[in-house]
């Protein structure tokens, strides 16, 4: 039997309650809330849940009887005839590319190269993560289970010894930014790379925070040159975006020690962290300085979004702090991603997944810095992560370059895209989402437009 | 072969280089970054990633075999032979009670029904969910499919006609007002109903909203008590929480209407909407007013909040405002737990799984009923939802019949717990979280306790 639809019943109106009630239930079917085949409620049912009496529903279905609308099978029950059938249920069709009516091969930077995510692998993390019964309590730190793995991810592969009770799960990298914005004074100034990841400064300025840009140079952030009177920094040590440097030991101290004397918070996003294709990893902030820095790591880049889970080490009152604000918002991140997260990992499956993925992402950056010399241009950027830099001589020539890809199929980001406008103009080229045979195809095209061709 | 570990090599310090990076190879080892069979990459490469000499790194190597901490094996490479092994990687071991050492029998509102999830059911949903492929693009307003099916649900359970581009997903109830919250002008006055779900008042104050309390009688919020000025008021009109009163149908077309005059959105928190076991439901809120009323649902409470997913319908403005919020500061409802419940929905398990979870529920309701009249006290609300509520005679008898009903191994809350305190004493029965067996085992405590015995 179907839920008894919505049905307003006004006693003072001039009309009788059975009419109300017929229109009520016709209504109902034109809306798709009844569907043809649907069996309706006895008259008896309907009236004690409508609060009527039994001859008030009785003739309403005597009225819907008699206009073929509803029929009644002998001691089965009364069914809708007459509505729409029910509508097929099956996933939406995938949304078509949102960024233009015009396919592009897509070169920005920041997407996941799904081309080397092992659908077995996947699929088998899905089933794992199904196999764990479903929770019935909210758990405002995260899965156990995933913050267990990422204790192991980050000391195998970023060399940072923590315990699991250190690391919270998160949203992903921007969702924690947001979360920890929410604890600062609002009003308080916040450095952010400039040129620099613009969500990040979307996601303090939503908070109520003053954003204030910091500048950069080869060396990633230039700390000799952030201002004082800031409650945090946020920053891209491991691969600055965009600009693609590391920042050398020297800066990260000295970043340490200014955040302990001016009693700053370092966010530090660990962005391309696990992506480096040559030299070895540097301390990360976190280690160096646990008690003022905020180590953030995302599945995006490495797996995909569609997880929606990232991770955050940060000192005990911080953590403390945010899991009362988690607790008393009732707002915490999604476990569903972080139990196919743990299960990637826990079946070796993530390692695998990150071997081939630097294999194939220093391929990919060999073969567009090739396409890049080619055009007689220089890239930029340590050799990690899924983008380069291609530094262009002003921003006329920056916009023309994104235009020209455009108009050839490639959709580009110049540098303008990342930042208040006051760093060096060039050009941004992704080389992570593309399939490797379309990336391929496309690096000619590249050439062609680097080159004025 | 394993990552470098991070190494930070001094060239100004007296020490010599092979000897710190024979020291920084020694701490990964005991900080567990390498591990016992680890191979370490050649001289030659890891002199190439630390920028050193080859003659350093063969020292360092050199000293490390002789300590009988790493061994070579010839033509194959030098592993690590003296650290810790690997830890096990499976998922913790899963958290104890985490509200008191002492086992309770969880009477508590607002926790799920999972005894009759069908643990095959869950299991299809998850492997369905990973037979989709990964998403490479962020999706702002939420899995497409997770709309369609959230459009089903609206029409057949709750009766209201929505598109998939009037729903937005979301992380969940609380998550959808905090981000609501976020648009409103800090100092907005928002009302809340009192006694009432705390979360949404916690959520609103931490986005630096004042609360308004609002008072509640038998029928809900009481619209002609709530004071002007407000930039909107949350409610819970199809099971007001937790005094468990539907709103009726005056009421509800009073509060759009003053909702359209003075300008206030509604949030309309439809609360256990989808669990009512005898009147029909009223029109949605929603329904009544699409131009001022945001509706929000979740499977937390119908699923599990595993899948940290629930859905908004809201004005098209309000739509888009959230949508560019979303963009700005790269924070979506993580979409993994929403494939989960298209994939419940589109398989026909979640009809089912409702039908089964409406029959449970309202079975429970009975036995709570009888187990508290045969303590001859009598229990409020309407027949719907997870829990009762026993109205007591003051705060102390409620402070002592929670405190005595913990002393016998129930876990219950005083509807203190649920306002400001300036609403009615009583006790909250929820009754979904245990097992049915445990419940009834429960109830004739719970008689007891509530008898004073």
Redesign the interface.
């Known amino acids: 039997m ?7 019943l006004d006693r003072g109106s001039g009309t009788p309650l059975a009419v109300q009630l017929a229109d009520a239930l016709r209504a ?1 079917a034109a ?3 009844l569907r043809t085949g649907d069996r309706l409620p006895s008259t008896r049912e ?1 009236a ?4 009527v009496s039994r001859t008030v529903t009785s003739e309403a279905y005597d009225q819907l009887l008699a206009e073929g609308w509803a029929e009644g099978r002998r001691g089965v029950g009364t069914f809708v005839v007459g509505a729409a059938p029910a ?1 097929p ?7 078509g590319p ?1 960024r233009d009516a015009v396919r592009l091969v897509d070169l920005r930077a920041g ?2 190269c ?1 081309e080397v ?1 092992d ?1 077995a692998a ?2 088998r ?3 794992a ?11 405002p730190a995260g899965d ?2 995933f ?3 990422v204790t ?1 991810h980050l ?5 940072l ?1 923590a315990a ?1 009770d250190d690391v919270l799960a998160t ?5 924690a930014v ?1 979360e920890l914005a ?1 604890l600062l004074a ?1 009003g308080s100034r916040v450095g952010v790379e400039d040129p620099g990841y613009r ?2 400064a ?2 303090l ?4 925070l003053q954003v204030v840009p910091l500048p950069v140079d080869d060396d990633g952030l230039v700390v000799d040159a952030v201002p004082g009177g800031l409650a945090a920094v946020y920053c891209t040590p491991a691969h600055q975006f965009p600009l693609g440097r590391r920042m050398p ?1 020297a800066r990260r101290l000295a970043l340490v020690e200014r955040a302990r004397a001016e009693g700053w918070w370092v966010l530090e996003d660990d962005y391309d962290g696990e992506l480096r294709y ?7 902030l976190a ?1 160096l300085g646990p008690d003022v820095v905020v180590h953030l790591g995302t599945t995006s880049k490495i ?7 990232g991770w955050l080490v940060a000192p005990a009152p911080l953590r403390t702090a945010l899991l009362e ?1 988690r607790t ?10 972080q ?2 997260f ?1 299960a990637l ?2 079946s070796g499956d993530l390692a695998r997944h990150l071997r081939r993925l630097r294999r194939e992402l220093a391929g990919r950056r060999t073969a567009v810095v090739g396409a890049v010399a080619a055009a007689g241009r220089p890239t930029e950027g340590d050799r990690a992560g899924a983008h380069v830099v291609v530094p262009l001589p002003d921003r006329e020539t920056e916009d023309a370059v994104v235009a020209a890809g455009r108009a050839r199929g490639l959709g580009l980001d110049g540098l303008a895209r990342h930042g208040t406008g006051s760093g060096p103009p060039g050009l941004v080229v992704g080389f992570a ?1 593309p399939a490797r045979a379309e990336l391929e195809a496309a690096l000619p095209v590249l050439t062609d437009v680097l080159g004025g061709g």
Chains 1, 2 share one sequence.
């Open positions: 179907v839920d008894v639809p919505p049905v307003l109902a809306s798709g809330t309907l004690a849940a409508l609060r509508a249920l099956g996933p939406a069709a995938a949304p949102a997407t996941p799904l995510l659908p996947w699929r993390a899905w089933r993560a199904g196999d764990r019964a479903a929770d019935g309590e909210p758990e156990p289970a913050r267990t793995v192991e000391l195998r592969h970023r060399g010894p699991p949203a992903g990298t921007s969702a947001a929410g609002p969500r990040a979307g996601a300025t939503a908070a109520r030991a040559d030299v070895a990893p540097l301390p990360l280690a797996v995909s979004p569609t997880l929606g889970a604000r008393a918002t009732g707002t915490r991140p999604p476990r569903a991603g139990r196919v743990a990992a826990a989402a």
